[in-house]
């Protein structure tokens, strides 16, 4: 699915060199490397402030305790997405919505949304789903409608451009009140294990932010309030100020690979290619297809025997996952996820990919055709 190994072997001397650098110094917990990448990936993404911390799903806990939610508050979710985005809803003792998804682009639909604000909703999470933004012009107005806080589950979509009616470009996870991002390895930007960071233009929720990932601490040992450990390793920025000049360059090749499938496969007759709004420009974080006729599982067989790998994201709803029982009520179903879940399978997609494996793929892929009248 992915092809880590000749990503990091173009830039192996230079993650050595950093990698030693920071032995060398001995500034393993907030060393100077962290600064020097939050203020470049804050410049990349045109942002005020980039606070990074242990992981992606750190990066939405702490902003949902940046902004003081309280129990019983409710968050509306896509019910198509990671489970990180709604676990830490249920983790703060805060109450996940889930509402569906549009079929064409994955992300949150903007009419499921609208009918599911109450009294109690206090933020709405939008998922960039598999590299692409979600609709947030009108997501936005519709959240300030309601003075809700917007924070963007940015893991998988991290530099996808959205442009305004207006003509204003900005990066994916700028847009709302607070945006999350991850640096797993098969994200856009992967560092060399786990680590995320948060994004915002508000200077207050930014030392808040900063302050609650330090165990609440703004001033070592003296704790204003209850926070966690969540910082990222200086080893983990080290490596991520070589790659992050590359990231430019890794969402082109993804960008290019997204591109070929979508002109090769055009005439795929038992899939669906996935679309992207005028709006934003895509990322393929994945690439993911719809098969038809309920023949998901077949294909999926079928590329295994082929040697092909491809990958199910989610073949379960939210609200079906065992963990989330308590928070639904029963029957509780959302036609475009449950439909999506069954359809579902993502192709390999990379910042690797050579032409030549491009359309090896594709003309098996076309070939599901015989095999599936057999
Ligand atoms: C990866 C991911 C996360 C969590 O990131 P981690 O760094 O793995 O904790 C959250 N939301 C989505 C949509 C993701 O894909």
Redesign the pocket.
Known sequence: MVDLLSQHKKLEQQIFESIHRVIDSSAFIKGSEVAVFENTLADFLQVSHVITCA????A?QIALMALELHPGDEVIVPAF??V??AEVIALLGLMPVMVDVDEDTFNISLSGLAKAITHRTKAIIP?H?FGQCSNMEPLMKLAEAHHLYVIE?N??SLGANYAFSNGHVKKAGTIGTIGCT?F?PT?NLGCLG?G?ALMTNDPGLAEKIRMIANHGQRKKYYHEVVGCNSRLDTLQAAILNVKLPHLEEYLNARRKAGDYYQIALKHFNYGILPASLPATEPTYNQFTLKIRGGLRDKMKEYLEQKGIPSMIYYPLPLYKQKAFNKFVPTGFSLPVTEKLCESVLSLPIHTEMAEDELSYICEIVLDFKEVGAI
Request: hydrophobic share 30%.
């Open positions: 992981n992606g799903t750190d939405l997405t990671y990180a985005t998922v789903l589950d893991a998988q991850s797993f994200k786990d995320g």
